[in-house]
Every structure is written in C-alpha cells, then in structure tokens.
C-alpha cells in the first residue's frame, strides 16, 4: 500500500492529484492521510473529490473516506 503524506511540501491537491494517479497506473492501494493540511480550508474540496470519483470509476477501484472536508482517503 502507498503511505502519502499530503501535508508536506505545500500541502496542495496536487500531492492528491498525483498519487492518485500513482495508485491507478500501478493498480496499488493508496492511503492518504493530512489532505491539504497547509491550506486555510484542509481537506477535500469539490474538485479534488471529482478527481478521486473518476479516477476510481476509470479503474474500478474502491474508495474510503472520499467526502468534502475530508483529511483522510483510502483509494
């Protein structure tokens, strides 16, 4: 399983958007954990839970704790 920490570097939807991505292509499980931490609103905005649900539509995967607000997220 991929560990991510999303609160390092700038703490931005990119480090979600990447590993997300990651998680997909390899077809390895993904936990992610301090989802924008860094940012005045942390957590799951609407775009950034758009991303997740298509990524996992696209490969069928399954997704925990994919809601806005959210820190946390198992793909």
Known sequence: MLEIDGGQKSGSGTILRLSVALASILG???HIYNIRKKR???GLRPQHLESVLTAAKLCN???KGA???SQ???F
């Open 72 to 74: 946390e997220l198992w």
């Open 61 to 63: 995967a399954n997704v």
């Open 40 to 42: 005045s609103e942390p």
């Open 67 to 69: 809601y806005i607000g």
């Open 28 to 30: 390895e499980p993904l």
